[in-house]
């Protein structure tokens, strides 16, 4: 069965905190994305790739870096976490064109 | 400011009738239009899709109307059963977008009552 699995399903931080988001697909997708999710905003796009070492801003990057060391793996990076950034995170992969999503299971981050 | 847009953040309807989420979206460069179904705590899941070059797509329960003029989608489910209770996204691409990069609705909550 293929899969996109991000690393944690909950993660409390600290303001401050340099914060980890893995997230690891098997299907061989050349790219790979990072949502949030908020009540009444629905899916923002934070960061793309669409190769290994390449990488894309979206619509919000601001606060955010990416990491894509290997085809499979994605990283979101939060450089010092603020309470603005507690959100839903969910990291997608796909073939490209008219090919839609895999989506992982999300984390759900709270920044204290 | 949102391309795809959701303007009914809730949906209550009874087992067995009917369910119509729309959608509309400004962008007239998207050409491939999927929705996605999520449960809390989980990723989104892939539902049902079309292509601008028709105007309806039928999978089962499912089906996704395109109305390409008023730039306007809608899903029916039919019958709704209480398993469909969830959080529904429309979602748009491009295909001149190299990436695919999809733009969500802000979601419908779909809620099924016996």
């Known amino acids: 069965d293929v899969k996109v699995t991000q690393s944690s399903r909950y993660l409390v931080k600290r303001t401050g905190e340099k914060v980890f988001l893995e997230c690891v697909q098997d299907?061989?997708?050349?790219?790979m994305f990072w949502y949030r999710q908020d009540p009444g905003l629905g899916l923002r796009l934070i960061y793309f790739?669409?190769?290994?070492?390449?990488?894309e801003k979206g619509d919000i990057p601001e606060g955010y870096s990416v990491s894509r060391e290997k085809k499979e793996r994605f990283s979101l990076i939060l450089e010092s976490a603020s309470t603005n950034q507690t959100s839903m995170y969910l990291c997608?992969?796909?073939?490209?064109?008219?090919?839609?999503?895999?989506f992982g299971s999300g984390t759900r981050l709270t920044v204290v | 400011d949102q391309q795809v847009k959701q303007n009914s953040p809730s949906l209550s309807v009874q087992e067995g009738r009917i369910s119509i989420l729309n959608c509309d979206y400004t962008?007239?460069?998207?050409?491939?239009f999927l929705w996605y179904k999520k449960y809390p705590a989980e990723g989104p899941t892939f539902l049902i899709s079309?292509?601008?070059?028709?105007d309806k797509n039928e999978d089962g329960r499912f089906t996704v109307f395109l109305n390409k003029s008023a730039k306007h989608l809608s899903l029916h489910i039919v019958p709704s059963q209480p398993g469909d209770s969830a959080v529904y996204f429309c979602?748009?691409?491009?295909?001149?977008?190299?990436?695919?990069?999809?733009?969500f609705g802000a979601g419908t909550q779909v809620v099924v009552t016996p």
């Open positions: 299907m061989d997708h050349e790219n």
């Open positions: 790739s669409y190769d290994v070492k390449m990488k």
């Open positions: 079309i292509s601008s070059i028709k």
């Open positions: 997608a992969s796909s073939f490209g064109p008219n090919y839609g999503y895999t």
């Open positions: 962008n007239s460069m998207f050409d491939y």
């Open positions: 979602a748009a691409s491009a295909s001149t977008d190299s990436w695919g990069k999809l733009q």
